[in-house]
């Protein structure tokens, strides 16, 4: 029990917080305009900082100035996400619209989560402790974000994109060979199958990393298996499923 306002603030759930504002969103979609709905998000986040700003905040700051407290952080980038969701476009048809709006009403919130927002890993730029088990504590050593963003995919980068349902091995057109041959033994990416879904045993580090985070997901979410849709640039079709997962992108707003 406290009396301090900011303590409040410090100690929000946002996970929580998402969840209640989305699913009022969705409440009113048979009753207002998408459009209505998006704003009335913005108009909910608006609030929140406000009233943060006015309660827990000194007045010394600039009329202008925008401050965030550390446990809703995120909020944003996730509101901004479920703004661009499906249920909002005008340019699809209504059966995928539909099948958006169910799973955004019913997935538990750790696959929500996912949906919202992809985490995606960069399997090039891994370092040495990556996606390995602390011999002291046995947590997993799980990797930096990379920002959901096409900006943010590094030419010549490979990534593992998971949205909670579905895993993705997006390997970049100019990928390093030696990483080739060390995730998945081969060296040029044409060599591999469309149809390729698991990571083969190898005996390198990096092999090790990206078998540890498939693992991960696979019991995060309780999978009983896990396997993954690989994606070349500029060889495979699947490459257009990408743009869904890069929720940053301002191109996916339509």
């Not at 998000?41 to 309660?55: A, D, I, M, S, W």
């Not at 002291?136 to 930096?144: A, D, E, H, K, R």
Request: with cysteine.
């Amino acid at each position: 029990i406290t009396s301090d306002v900011a303590e409040v603030f410090s100690f929000a759930d946002q996970d929580v917080v998402l969840d209640i504002i989305i699913k009022d969103c969705l409440s009113y979609l048979s009753k207002q305009h998408p459009t209505e709905i998006k704003l009335t998000t913005t108009n909910k986040l608006v609030e929140v900082f406000t009233q943060y700003r006015g309660l827990a905040v000194q007045n010394n700051l600039m009329p202008t100035e925008l401050v965030f407290p550390d446990s809703l952080k995120t909020l944003i980038a996730y509101i901004s996400s479920f703004q661009k969701s499906k249920i909002f476009k005008t340019s699809i048809p209504n059966n995928p619209k539909i099948y958006d709006y169910y799973e955004l009403n019913s997935l538990p919130l750790d696959k929500m989560l996912l949906k919202l927002y992809p985490r995606i890993i960069g399997l090039h730029n891994l370092d040495e402790k990556d996606c390995l088990y602390d011999d002291v504590s046995g947590y997993f050593n799980l990797p930096i974000n990379s920002r959901a963003a096409s900006k943010d995919l590094e030419y010549g980068g490979a990534y593992f994109i998971f949205n909670g349902e579905k895993l993705y091995l997006w390997i970049h057109n100019a990928v390093n060979p030696l990483l080739l041959n060390d995730l998945l033994g081969v060296e040029k990416l044409e060599e591999l199958a469309y149809f390729k879904n698991d990571l083969p045993e190898l005996n390198t580090h990096v092999s090790l990393q990206a078998r540890n985070l498939v693992e991960y997901y696979k019991n995060l979410l309780g999978f009983e298996n896990l396997t993954f849709q690989l994606v070349r640039v500029g060889i495979d079709g699947s490459e257009f499923e990408i743009g869904d997962q890069l929720v940053e992108d301002r191109a996916i707003d339509k």
